[in-house]
């Protein structure tokens, strides 16, 4: 069976209704992972992605943060946030649901301002309490899929003029570092299929004709337990709905598998 998963920072789900409209009912995917929703709960679209086919996971709040993940099956289980009883909860920047023996567990890691700003080291939390929580899972003996703006490019390539970004929070040696850590024992599933550079997923507002010129990040990942990662058929960038009228600064990444 063919299954395909999506990440996507919508930047506002209202706001990018008629982007995921056009979308998804041209070519469903079996799992949406978004990110940025920007919704508190009474207002996110939820009848939008029931007409589309979809059972929908989120939790939100207004103006910032937000998570949710669309999927044409209903899952077995469903965690908000972080489940280690440690707080903050991270439940608007944390969702997890199990098909089975699979956890996909999407996330909206903290950007962290500036390296000496105490997001930046929230942001570090996030990352280790992110590493406990796959671990714990795999442990337990399920695959696993953590996807989502990680806020973290990993590589040189992964990032357009890396010189001038050597001290930015998203691409600082140290971040890069502790990103490689909690990936240790997952695969880069984009990367396994796409290793060539140039590959972008998100491309700032700020930036004159940042698409066309190709200048941004690869921020948004899909990363697999092994297990999983070997039954990946392909892993692509969507950047058509970048183009789109009033996009989000990000762009879905994908990744279908073989289960």
Known sequence: MSWTIATFNVNSVRSRLPILERWLNDSKVDVLCLQETK????????????DMGYFVAFRGQKSY??????????PDEIVYG???????VF?????????????VMNTYVPQGKSIDHDDYLMKQEFLRRTQRTISDRISDGKRVLWVGDMNVAPE???????KNKAKHVCFHR?????????CQGLVDVFRSHRPEEGEFSFWDYRVKNALDRNIGWRIDHILASP??????????VYRDPRGWEKPSDHTPVLASFDL
């Open 91 to 103: 439940d608007t920047r944390a969702l997890s649901v199990r098909f089975g023996d699979i956890w």
């Open 82 to 88: 972080f489940d280690d009883g440690k707080e903050p």
């Open 156 to 162: 040189e390539k992964d990032v357009a003029n890396p």
């Open 39 to 50: 919704a508190r709960d009474e207002d996110f679209p939820l009848q939008a992605f029931v």
């Open 174 to 182: 140290d971040i890069r570092d502790l990103f490689g850590t909690v």
């Open 227 to 236: 297990d999983l990662a070997k039954l990946s058929s392909d892993s692509w």
């Open 65 to 74: 943060n937000g998570v949710a993940i669309a999927s044409l099956e209903e």
